[in-house]
């Protein structure tokens, strides 16, 4: 595809907005967690914690909480931090607010690559089907947040559940698939499976605003058991996941949940994670990646089991 001077600035200008939003985003969390010296030596392990789940979200699409959750809950349980169940859920949508967004924008910059639209679907499909998706499953995640009053146990219950059903989910479609060829990947999202996403937004909009994953983990499932390159699975994914998060996170910086400390010291490493994601991912391959992706999301909520909650 040869890509307009119009289209180049479009890319441009829309990359460098949301790189100030992120710049904007951090300074208000400086400003919010007022670290000293001693707090980020003391803590300096967390950037590293953001560094590995952002590029675990951002490679296979299944977004950050399935790494902050249960590495949160287990430094609770450890008593390294004194964290609820709201300030985990919190931080964990404040830190893919970075490494999400910062995904985001390394996934939908590279669609314009010429050598991308002969193995993903088309730029405008890409936006068309992420805008259909987003139109269900925000105001679901909104009225869930805001309305929806589940007990901080039960919510960490069903979490290990969604957790490990899906994890074996993607584990089997994947060895069940593994051998089809990259010439049989489709390239365009037919109205079947548009149906059915549609249909699967709400429900990820709710597990997202309780789990702070969820919509993008069952996006990029489906795509990927239906045949779908990485760019479209993982890209598509990773940027559904982006605008959930943001979206999502003002709920909890107004109910006062929110451990800045600890966001102000993982988030850079969120950005490390979600820049270098991209590549990590076309290296590994759709087959390791999406092994690595359930294997991951089921050890997760395998681990949680042995975590309580404050």
Known sequence: MNLTSPTINRVTLCVSAACCLLALLYAFVLFNA??????????????????????????????????????????????????????????????????????????????????????????????????????????????????????????????KIFSICLGIAVVVSTLKNANQPNNTLKTQISSQDMRILLCLAPIGGFANALFSVGLGEIIALFLFVRGYCITTSSGLAVFISSISVLIGAPFHIFAGNVPWMIIAITAPGALIGGFIARKIALSLGAFKLKLLAGGWIAISGILLLFFKVN
């Open 34 to 159: 007022r670290l000293n010296i001693d707090t980020l030596i003391s803590n300096w392990y967390l950037l590293f914690v953001g560094i590995f789940g952002a590029t675990i979200a951002n490679a296979s699409g299944t977004g950050g909480g399935v790494v902050f959750l249960p590495v949160f809950n287990a430094m609770n349980e450890s008593g390294q931090f004194a964290l609820s169940q709201a300030n985990i859920l919190a931080a964990s949508f404040l830190i893919q607010c970075f490494g999400m967004t910062m995904g985001a924008i390394v996934w939908c910059k590279n669609l314009y690559k010429p050598n991308t639209q002969s193995i993903s679907i088309s730029t405008s499909d890409f936006w068309n089907s992420a805008g259909l998706i987003l139109l269900l499953a925000i105001p679901t995640m909104l009225l869930t947040q805001y309305w929806v009053f589940i007990d901080p146990f039960w919510v960490l219950f069903a979490f």
